[in-house]
């Protein structure tokens, strides 16, 4: 569950990278560098890396599977299915292994991994996928959907399963980044 600071879908957005931020400086999660984090992303103070940052930090990655790290049997995946309106762009691909992209099927990259996998996903993954649901959300006018009224975004979202199963029906969690799809 979020801190009681984020009070929307953008507030998700950004308190999810300032975690992979944290991941990626300190190699773990620490929430008060998050917090700080969060605050400067949000005041615009610091920006998500951009597209051609993170496509030239691509090219350096071993050519394996984000997901479990896997050489062989690699497709290229989309990290919002396209069965459920993502694209082709460079933004919403990475290589993944045929177990891995069948396994996941249509669904969510959160939702697939769960709650406790959820926050060691690949930085290159998490990056590119926060980005992809932050367009989204913002194309779809949801991004500064309150918390308070996140419930309006459940009746058309495919996440209820794991909701019921996280204990966070009706709350503001990273599962309802990925009700716009």
């Known amino acids: 569950?979020?801190?009681k600071y984020v009070k929307s879908i953008r507030d998700e957005i950004l308190y999810e990278y300032a975690k992979l931020i944290s991941r990626s400086a300190l190699n773990e999660i620490n929430y008060r560098f998050v917090s700080?984090?969060?605050?400067a992303l949000k005041s615009g103070d610091i920006s998500m890396s951009g597209t051609i940052r993170e496509w030239q930090k691509e090219q350096e990655f071993p050519k394996e599977c984000v997901?479990?790290?896997a050489a062989a049997d690699l497709e290229t995946?989309?990290?919002i299915p396209r069965s459920r309106g993502g694209g082709d762009s460079p933004g919403n691909l990475v290589l993944s292994c045929r177990k891995c992209n069948s396994s996941r099927g249509d669904r969510g990259v959160f939702?697939?991994?769960?709650?406790?996998?959820?926050?060691?996903v690949h930085r290159l993954v998490a990056g590119k996928y926060l980005k992809e649901l932050f367009d989204l959300h913002?194309?779809?006018?949801t991004l500064d959907l309150a918390a308070h009224s996140i419930s309006t975004l459940c009746p058309t979202c495919g996440n209820a399963p794991e909701c019921g199963s996280w204990?966070?029906?009706g709350e503001l969690t990273c599962l309802c980044l990925e009700s716009g799809f």
């Open 77 to 79: 995946d989309h990290l």
């Open 1 to 3: 569950m979020p801190p």
């Open 67 to 69: 997901f479990c790290g």
């Open 167 to 169: 204990g966070t029906a």
């Open 36 to 39: 700080d984090r969060f605050k």
């Open 111 to 120: 939702a697939w991994l769960g709650l406790k996998k959820k926050d060691a």
């Open 138 to 141: 913002e194309r779809q006018g």
